[in-house]
């Protein structure tokens, strides 16, 4: 794709403020999974409710798979009074930010087990913020490094995947550490503390400049002789243009292979994590171990590993990176299947940790990366959000089943096996189709290029 860089060239490219910024906005997308995701289902397990309970709790999540449908308004709509001062992305960021805050506030009030409908629509409207913030933050980093910069797209991912499991992990460690003691109600008080400090954030990065206005007139002019009307244009080019825009770029066989695949890289990772936390209680871990484990360990674990696969992609290319990763994150699920017939072994605990961590990040950072390529410049917001729904669907959607097919297997074990089979046909698809991917990824960069050099 470009010049290969050495392997002091790729480390020092890594002193680069804007991938400071992509961290930080990292944190605030990763966090919200905290509040309604691990935590959530451990004060549900702890109030008494069944697992299929809280699996279907977890429908919430599936405004993450649909939050492409109202993109567009992340890409074309300035908000009063905060787009003067923050600019485009930003505005979107910190408004969803504030919505997340007060939902918090209200949550730490509550009791789950008897206001179970209230908490769920309260999940619910941060989990429609929080999917809001993520096309911002996306379309953020896209806008912040155009395909130009190639090595810089790793970067990038890995920024971003290391700011979310630091928004995710860390947080969820404390939650967890402390919940015995100061009860989940505490937990959610100091959580509103945190979303505080995550604005600030916000408001600290720059925003990035782009020539998406200029794009974006161009395709209202293109629409407006058609349909004669400028109001009218205005709406095409919001909910239409972007989509059509995509399947144009592409061409309409390879765009809906491109959606398969990426609808189907993820799905036995989304499984193996809504029951996590459920396994791990049964099994007999404390709520102390699994923060100290599966939070902070992770933690580290993630970052470090994110780090190396970003390196690895940067030198070696996006599409070996998903090879690599989609095969080491498969074999890495029998670990949680060795642990069910162990039970509560706090060394196997450790190690099951380290090795998801380690495929978890290094197949994050290949498939972000890969998405990112595929945007255009124009609609960022709109077309990764339409990738990254895919990817998040089987995340969020099927996934809120996990908890019925554990009750149908009734075997941990067997159900960790099958998360394993699930990600081997998008590898078959990977595999056989690995050099077009490759001619896919540099047409995207060159096309990308040209649209720069156009406007500079």
């Known amino acids: 794709m470009s010049e290969k860089l050495s392997w002091g060239q790729t480390i020092r490219s890594y002193m680069d403020k804007r991938l400071m910024w992509v961290f930080m906005l990292g944190c605030s997308s990763g966090f919200p999974w905290v509040l309604i995701g691990s935590n959530m289902s451990g004060w549900l397990k702890d109030a008494g409710l069944t697992r299929s309970a809280i699996g279907y709790f977890g429908s919430v999540f599936a405004v993450y798979a649909i939050n492409f449908m109202w993109a567009p308004l992340v890409d074309r709509v300035k908000l009063p009074i905060l787009h003067r001062f923050l600019g485009q992305r930003r505005s979107w960021i910190l408004l969803c930010q504030a919505i997340i805050l007060g ?3 209200v949550i730490s009030g509550v009791d789950p087990a008897k206001s179970l ?3 769920s629509m309260l999940a619910l409207c941060i989990a429609i913020a929080s999917s809001t913030q993520d096309v911002a933050i996306d379309a953020y980093r896209i806008d912040t490094f155009p395909k130009s910069e190639a090595s810089k797209l790793p970067q990038a991912s890995a920024m971003a995947v290391m700011g979310w499991w630091t928004g995710y992990s860390l947080p969820g460690y404390l ?9 989940w109600n505490g937990v959610y008080v100091g959580m509103a503390v945190i979303v505080g400090i995550l604005m600030l954030f916000t408001l600290l990065v720059g925003e990035p400049k782009t020539n998406r206005s200029s794009l974006q007139a161009e395709a209202e002019q293109r629409h407006a002789k058609v349909v004669g009307s400028p109001i009218i244009a205005w709406f095409s080019v919001t909910l239409i243009e972007p989509f059509a825009d995509f399947f144009r770029r592409n061409g309409t066989r390879v765009a809906l292979t491109l959606l398969l695949f990426v609808f189907l890289f ?3 990772e989304a499984f193996l994590g809504r029951m996590s936390i459920p396994f791990y209680k049964e099994i007999g871990f404390s709520n102390e171990q699994i923060g100290d484990y599966s939070k902070l360990i992770g933690w580290g674990a993630t970052l470090f ?4 696969g970003s390196m690895f992609n940067v030198r070696f290319g996006i599409v070996k990176g998903l090879m690599i990763g989609g095969i080491a994150m498969s074999s890495s699920n029998l670990m949680f ?4 017939n162990t039970g509560p072994n706090e060394h196997l605990f450790l190690a099951t940790i380290l090795v998801d961590n380690f495929t978890t990040a290094f197949s994050t950072v290949a498939f972000v ?11 960022s917001a709109t077309q990764y959000a339409l990738l990254a729904s895919l990817g998040n669907l089987g995340r969020t959607t099927l996934a809120s089943f996990s908890g019925e097919l554990v009750d149908y297997l009734n075997d941990w074990s067997l159900f960790f096996i099958l998360t394993a089979v699930m990600v081997i046909p998008s590898l078959i698809m990977l595999y056989s189709l690995r050099h077009y991917f490759s001619d896919i990824l540099e047409k995207a960069r060159k096309r990308d290029v040209e649209i720069e050099c156009k406007h500079s």
């Open 337 to 340: 299947a060795w642990m069910a």
């Open 117 to 119: 409908m209230f908490t």
């Open 103 to 105: 939902c918090t506030i």
């Open 266 to 268: 993820k799905i036995g």
């Open 369 to 379: 990366s890969f998405l990112t390529i595929l945007t255009g410049q124009a609609f």
């Open 175 to 183: 939650a967890f550490v402390n919940a015995d003691s100061i009860g």
């Open 305 to 308: 590993f994110t780090l190396v």
